[in-house]
């Protein structure tokens, strides 16, 4: 079935520092993809989207981009904050009805 | 402001019994989902719903039940048979045909 795989964490960093966290995927066929982020006792907010190959999502100075030919979707920031620590999660969509999740990445950023 | 609720943030239940856990929204969303996260897990679906008085299981859905008896409210029954009941349970919605979701701010549930 179609399956997220990320980078385990948890992720350390001073603030400033460059972020990547890689995200693969397994699927038959072109998903949309998602980086979704979970700050501490709160709910999923989308982070940002891709939904064909060599799209590049991008929000609040995160970027992320559709290679289908890696069947990835790495998340990267050129420069973190302390405000950015939290959990982040890759997944992919066929349909409206069925996210496929990865188990999350916990980052935190040290001032 | 429109959004998804989710009460109470936390709740509390002895083993045996059933819990609900409610869901509300005003963004006038057809679709709407329940899903379960666990420690170190990413989320798994219990059920969702695309249209008022139809739910379809999701991939987790034994021990668990839902209606949809309005298109704003989606509330979710925990039951005794629900083994493994623990866990941080997060609503969410999205408009029909739209792949994208958005999400409540969770129900952390204890069950002793």
């Known amino acids: 079935g179609d399956s997220v795989t990320q980078m385990e964490g948890p992720v350390t960093l001073s603030e400033e520092a460059f972020l990547t966290i890689n995200c693969t995927y397994t699927?038959?066929?072109?998903?949309?993809l998602f980086w979704y982020v979970q700050y501490p006792g709160e709910g999923l907010q989308l982070l940002l989207k891709?939904?064909?190959?060599?799209d590049k999502g991008s929000n609040k100075g995160f970027e992320a981009t559709y290679r289908k030919e890696t069947t990835s979707f790495h998340l990267e920031k050129g420069s973190v904050q302390v405000s950015d620590s939290a959990v982040y999660f890759c997944?992919?969509?066929?349909?409206?009805?069925?996210?496929?999740f990865g188990q999350g990445t916990r980052l935190t950023i040290n001032p | 402001d429109g959004g998804i609720t989710q009460s109470p943030k936390y709740l509390f239940r002895k083993e045996g019994q059933n819990v609900t856990l409610s869901c509300e929204q005003n963004?006038?969303?057809?679709?709407m989902y329940w899903y379960r996260q666990d420690p170190g897990q990413g989320l798994r679906l219990i059920y969702y719903?695309?249209?008022?008085?139809?739910?379809q299981k999701g991939d987790i859905a034994e021990g668990y039940s839902v209606s949809r008896e309005k298109k704003e409210s989606f509330p979710l029954t925990v039951t005794s048979a629900q083994k493994n009941p623990t866990a941080f349970y997060l609503c969410?919605?999205?408009?029909?045909?739209?792949?994208?979701?958005?999400f409540g701010p969770g129900t952390r549930l204890t069950v002793t």
């Open positions: 891709a939904t064909k190959a060599d």
């Open positions: 719903s695309q249209i008022v008085n139809d739910f």
């Open positions: 969410a919605s999205s408009i029909n045909r739209e792949v994208e979701q958005y």
């Open positions: 699927a038959t066929g072109y998903p949309s």
């Open positions: 963004l006038n969303h057809d679709a």
């Open positions: 997944a992919l969509t066929f349909t409206a009805q069925k996210l496929v």
